[in-house]
T-cell receptor, first 115, second 113 residues
């Protein structure tokens, strides 16, 4: 399977703990995006990378959140000192930068539950 | 301020009939629009897209129409099948589709056999 993969698929943690999620994009896709989806809402943009450079961060991304894409391939999203409000589905997507109009392809997501 | 709006949270359609899902947007800088389909516990699956230089794009049973003056797009599914039952998200992007996507809240489609 050459789609976007995310690990773990589910994570349950206690408030105050740190968690880290991993995303492996489609091979040779140079753009990687993180979104968050809560119940009844559409996905909301968090941050994105072009190769290893982080190009934009949403105001939703508080200082407890950090994302990396060290070699321009996989990416990690870390949440420090988790809060119950962080409970959500975290989605990763990748795309190939073209001249224009590039679709984003999503992974299955990591569902985070903070107790 | 929601830039992409899907005003119908749910829609029920009989198998074989047409499903029409609507989406409105407010940001005139959007130039690329996409529809995604989502099943529970899965990530969104890309369905069909349209750029602002077109007013229609068709792929099999799926057609997307864009009305730029009204800032409105719609997804037509015909004929509808029970496997089409899912949540459908409208999304938009700008700068020739190179900015992060802005999503609507989704419409849950139920196709009844």
């Amino acid at each position: 399977d050459t789609g976007v993969s995310q690990n773990p698929r589910h994570k349950i943690t206690k408030r105050g703990q740190n968690v880290t999620f991993r995303c492996d994009p489609i091979s040779e896709h140079n753009r990687l995006y993180w979104y968050r989806q809560t119940l009844g809402q559409g996905p909301e943009f968090l941050t994105y990378f072009q190769n290893e450079a982080q190009l934009e961060k949403s105001r939703l991304l508080s200082d407890r959140f950090s994302a990396e894409r060290p070699k321009g391939s996989f990416s990690t999203l870390e949440i420090q000192r988790t809060e119950q409000g962080d409970s959500a589905m975290y989605l990763c997507a990748s795309s190939q930068l073209q001249a224009s109009y590039n679709e984003q392809f999503f992974g299955p997501g990591t569902r985070l539950t903070v107790l | 301020d929601q830039q992409v709006k899907q005003n119908s949270p749910s829609l029920s359609v009989q198998e074989g009939r047409i499903s029409i899902l609507n989406c409105d947007y407010t940001n005139s800088m959007f130039d690329y629009f996409l529809w995604y389909k989502k099943y529970p516990a899965e990530g969104p699956t890309f369905l069909i897209s349209i750029s602002s230089i077109k007013d229609k794009n068709e792929d099999g049973r799926f057609t997307v129409f864009l009305n730029k003056s009204a800032k409105h797009l719609s997804l037509h599914i015909v004929p509808s099948q029970p496997g089409d039952s899912a949540v459908y998200f409208c999304a938009a992007s700008s700068n020739s589709g190179n900015t992060p996507l802005v999503f609507g809240k989704g419409t849950r489609l139920s196709v009844i056999a």
